[in-house]
């Protein structure tokens, strides 16, 4: 079976919408995006038919407090309105800027150049995705 691009999407559109539901409820939320490191285990935990493969996780629960709202890349450069608008070198230092305070090891910039770099933890997600695709049953082409 073809992967579908647009159960792909169905599926992010319900995760979204579940998460704005529960915490319209006052219920916290917290994505799990790292699910790859693991996902043929958890396929196997979930007893996943073929054709199933697990996108992300979603923790739903009552917090106990109220997190401070972390570092955010400024609205202006994410929000595009009726065209894509390429940031310009003072859209990006303004993000260096904003993300200043992440609380990365190294800083923001340094985190995402080794998580982008050849070889580390992009690619990695890459190869998990692929070979639990094509064990579900997916095609997957390059």
Known sequence: RPLSLYATADALLALANLAAAAEALGYGICYVSSLHRELETLIALLHLPGGVCPLFGLCVG???DIPEQPPRIPLEVVFHENR?????????DGCY????GAKYAGGWFESLSQ?????QEYEARESHWRRALVRQGFQVSV
């Open 62 to 64: 009552v917090p106990d």
């Open 84 to 92: 894509y608008r390429e940031p310009t070198s003072d859209d990006l």
């Open 97 to 100: 800027e904003a993300m200043a």
């Open 115 to 119: 998580y982008f770099m050849a070889g």
